[in-house]
């Protein structure tokens, strides 16, 4: 017997679907690929750039001379003295940054006790009770000097 009339084997595929798919393919392994290569960390002896060195003379010079300009605009009766004490001890903070690398105007003096920075740490300890302290503040001069002997003092 015949097969049905109205019956049709099953229709075959191009070959062009079957390319598509291995194109596909290739391109999301390529992807991984890619992100894997792209995001993985550099071997511990592999050879990196140096970083640039900072010429700390001239930064200690520049640093030094902010914190005068500070001391001079509260001595002028330009700034208060609780927005000298933060000045000086935001200067130092940026010069320690600029200095190391280490973002100390973002740390708290805890934070900065529990870095390897103990020289930075014991320096805005000491400009503390003038940033935060009660009134009477200290004097605006013992904080420029604490923090212009701390910059001096930097290798």
């Given at each position: 017997?015949?097969?049905?009339?109205?019956?049709?084997?099953?229709?075959?595929?191009?070959?062009?679907?079957?390319?598509?798919?291995?194109?596909?393919?290739?391109?999301?392994?390529?992807?991984?690929?890619?992100?894997?290569?792209?995001?993985?960390?550099?071997?511990?002896?592999?050879?990196?750039?140096?970083?640039?060195?900072?010429?700390?003379?001239?930064?200690?010079?520049?640093?030094?001379?902010?914190?005068?300009?500070?001391?001079?605009?509260?001595?002028?009766?330009?700034?208060?003295?609780?927005?000298?004490?933060?000045?000086?001890?935001?200067?130092?903070?940026?010069?320690?940054?600029?200095?190391?690398?280490?973002?100390?105007?973002?740390?708290?003096?805890?934070?900065?006790?529990?870095?390897?920075?103990?020289?930075?740490?014991?320096?805005?300890?000491?400009?503390?009770?003038?940033?935060?302290?009660?009134?009477?503040?200290?004097?605006?001069?013992?904080?420029?000097?604490t923090a212009r002997e701390a910059v001096r003092?930097?290798?």
């Amino acid at each position: 017997m015949q097969a049905d009339p109205e019956f049709l084997g099953p229709l075959q595929y191009s070959p062009m679907w079957t390319w598509a798919g291995a194109i596909l393919l290739l391109l999301v392994v390529g992807w991984y690929a890619f992100v894997f290569a792209s995001t993985k960390r550099p071997r511990p002896g592999s050879a990196s750039l140096p970083a640039p060195l900072t010429n700390l003379p001239a930064l200690q010079s520049a640093y030094l001379q902010r914190i005068d300009d500070v001391e001079h605009q509260a001595a002028a009766g330009n700034i208060s003295a609780r927005a000298a004490h933060q000045e000086i001890s935001f200067l130092f903070r940026r010069f320690v940054r600029d200095a190391t690398g280490v973002d100390a105007p973002r740390m708290t003096h805890a934070d900065l006790v529990r870095h390897p920075l103990p020289r930075a740490a014991k320096a805005v300890g000491a400009l503390y009770p003038g940033e935060f302290g009660s009134e009477p503040l200290p004097a605006v001069a013992a904080s420029a000097a604490t923090a212009r002997e701390a910059v001096r003092s930097w290798s």
